[in-house]
Structures are given as structure tokens and as C-alpha cells.
């Protein structure tokens, strides 16, 4: 038996995070269920919230078929959303210091959070930028999370909104691991059926996660670990020079107050909760060109255009979901049919 997984995540501020509905899904390890004692749904969930999560040295595979199409210029991380099959390698010591490696067409993006500096060092453009602060899973650094983290958040996230239950067990990267299944209430408006996690049966980590769509059985974006040690790393993967020759930059602290305009571009707006959730962001003007082709010329290709009292644009949808940008920069994505996102968009 052969199991899949999912992540499911929003990020603003680039067109493909937006567009990206980020659910990234992984072919898991095969092999019969392992028995394991019974447990309640609710104390799985909140065994996951209260997990400590561990030192691990872990590979993450990503096989996409949702059917979004590559946007020129976009980050590396939003590679990984195009149709195609990818891995990533992470790394954690289980004290808040992690390192993540994604490869890139031009080489490789590796994000070091060191406990007190975040490291974005990108190879191909021979370039590091040095944040204060954690959080390299963030937006902000542009590289994803390890299953165990993302899952965890779409847990808290959808938790209130969703009927629970436990599904059996599974193998997941060697390791046993209870099936905690998301289902979304009637009342959520969304092209999502559910939402399935793998939880470690020992550590209570999310292993794997996946996202499954009205009308069909295998999952609309597949992400989670195909190799996993929870050993302690070297100490030294999570320390970060500046190779000699790289242009190093710095960015903004994680929590550091900043004045803001009253419309800043990037920025964005979250319309609703639970699984009919909207993101609305106005594209900044340096993403509305990138790679050689306008962002607008992708969407009028691939999109289909759209009006309303908002103004026009085009929608791009799948499956899983739907993704709006505007003829005047704003990008409107969500796991909801048309109508829910063009209200949002009307509402923001």
C-alpha cells in the first residue's frame, strides 16, 4: 500500500505563493499498516500541538500534479509548485536552529537559522542575505518547511473548522504513524474533500500530509519526508559563512516595527478562515516583471479573464483551487471556487 501526503499553505507577497495554495505532496514509504493502540481523535490532534519537535536530519520529496503553471522569475521555492517531481533536504537540532537545501535550475538555495541570524545564501546568483531572527520557513526567507512544520500549522488552522477523525495507520519514512484525517465542515465553502496527516505514533511530529479534491482519489499535491533520522545533526550544518566572493545583503528583522504606507505593495489581506480562506496581496511592482515575461502576459495566456465590481482580470483554477490576478497587480488565490474568490477579492 502505497500512502501520499500533502501540505497545504498560503504565501503572499509573490504571485506564485499566492497562486501556490502551497500544497506540495510527497509519495510516502510502502509497506502493511502497523497495528498500534487505539486513540482518540481530539488527543491525537492535541498531542501534535503539544509535540516538541526533535532533531532531524530529513529528505522531502515533492511530486506536483495540481496543474499551475511556472511563473518566470518567481523564487526557488516556488520551483517546487510547478507539475513535476522535486526533493529538498532538511535539518533541525530540535533547539530552534534549522537548515534547509533547495536545489534550483542554476544551483542551490540553503537557508541556515543559526538561533539568532537567519542565512538565505542562493548559489546561482552568488548572493546571501542576513535577517535577525527565526522563522526560515517564513515567506520572508522563501524556503519551505519540513512536512512536520507545515502540517502541524494546517492542524491548527483547520482544526476548528473540520470534522476529525483517526483513519488507520500507516509506514511513513520507516517510521509508524497514525492517519488523522481533516474532513471540512458543511458549512466551509471549498474544492477540497480532505485533508490527511500521517503523525509519528512515538514523537507525535507529522510525518506526511495530503490534500485530496471533490472527484478524485489521489491527492492534488503530495509533500512529506521519504527518509527521515532523528538523530542530532552536526552542530556545524547549523553555522553560516559567507563564501568569498558573495555579495551579502541585509534584510529585515523578523520582528523588527517598521513604518508602512497605507497601501504598501506586497502586502496582504486574509479574507475569511478555516478552509474557504482567501488571501488578497497587491504584487509588488518588481514581481509584476521578472524572467523576461510580464506576469500579466502569463495570466492572460493561461487564465481565463473575469469582471466584476472589483475591475477584471484572470483566473487561473485547478482542482484544488483558484488563483485571480487583477489587470491592475492584485493576485486573489484560495482553495474555494470562483465566486468565493472573487467576493473576497470585492471585500478586501
Do not use: C
Not at 13 to 26: D, F, I, Y
Not at 31 to 48: D, I, M
Not at 109 to 115: F, K, S
Not at 194 to 210: G, N, Y
Amino acid at each position: 500500500m502505497k500512502r501520499k501526503n500533502v501540505a497545504y499553505a498560503a504565501t503572499a507577497g509573490a504571485t506564485v505563493g499566492v497562486l501556490g495554495l502551497t500544497m506540495l505532496t510527497l509519495p510516502a514509504g510502502a509497506g502493511a499498516a502497523p497495528a498500534l493502540p487505539p486513540v482518540a481523535p481530539e488527543q491525537l490532534v492535541e498531542s501534535v500541538m503539544r509535540s516538541t519537535p526533535p532533531a532531524l536530519t530529513g529528505t522531502v520529496e515533492v511530486d506536483n500534479a495540481l496543474g499551475l503553471p511556472a511563473i518566470p522569475g518567481a523564487s526557488q521555492a516556488s520551483e517546487l509548485l510547478a507539475d513535476g517531481t522535486g526533493k529538498f533536504q532538511v535539518w533541525a537540532d530540535g533547539q530552534g536552529r534549522h537548515r534547509v537545501s533547495v536545489p534550483s535550475h542554476n544551483g542551490e538555495l540553503t537557508v541556515v537559522d543559526d538561533g539568532s541570524t537567519v542565512w538565505k545564501w542562493d548559489s546561482g546568483e552568488q548572493k546571501v542575505v542576513r535577517s535577525a531572527g527565526h522563522a526560515p520557513e517564513s515567506a520572508e526567507h522563501q524556503g519551505p518547511a519540513d512536512p512536520a512544520a507545515a502540517a502541524r500549522q494546517i492542524i491548527e488552522k483547520l482544526r476548528q473548522t473540520s470534522d476529525v477523525k483517526v483513519d488507520g495507520t500507516a509506514s511513513v519514512a520507516g517510521r509508524d504513524a497514525y492517519e488523522l484525517v481533516l474532513t471540512p465542515k458543511p458549512t466551509e465553502r471549498t474544492l477540497l474533500r480532505e485533508v490527511r496527516v500521517a503523525v509519528d505514533a512515538e514523537k507525535r511530529i507529522p510525518l506526511e500530509l495530503s490534500v485530496l479534491t471533490n472527484g478524485s482519489n489521489d491527492p492534488a499535491f503530495q509533500v512529506g519526508f521519504s527518509d527521515l533520522d532523528l538523530g542530532a545533526p552536526d552542530p556545524a550544518l547549523f553555522q553560516f559563512t559567507p563564501p568569498a566572493g558573495a555579495k551579502v545583503e541585509d534584510g529585515k528583522a523578523e520582528h523588527e516595527p517598521q513604518q508602512r504606507p497605507a497601501h504598501p505593495q506586497g502586502e496582504h489581506k486574509v479574507v475569511g478562515d478555516g478552509w474557504d480562506l482567501v488571501v488578497v496581496a497587491q504584487l509588488p511592482q518588481q514581481q509584476e516583471k521578472q524572467g523576461g515575461q510580464d506576469l500579466r502576459q502569463v495570466a492572460e495566456r493561461v487564465g481565463k479573464p473575469v469582471s466584476g465590481p472589483w475591475g477584471n482580470g484572470w483566473i487561473i483554477g485547478t482542482a484544488a483551487g483558484n488563483a485571480l490576478l487583477t489587470s491592475d497587480g492584485r493576485v486573489a488565490a484560495g482553495a474555494v471556487p470562483e465566486q468565493v474568490l472573487t467576493a473576497a477579492l470585492g471585500e478586501a
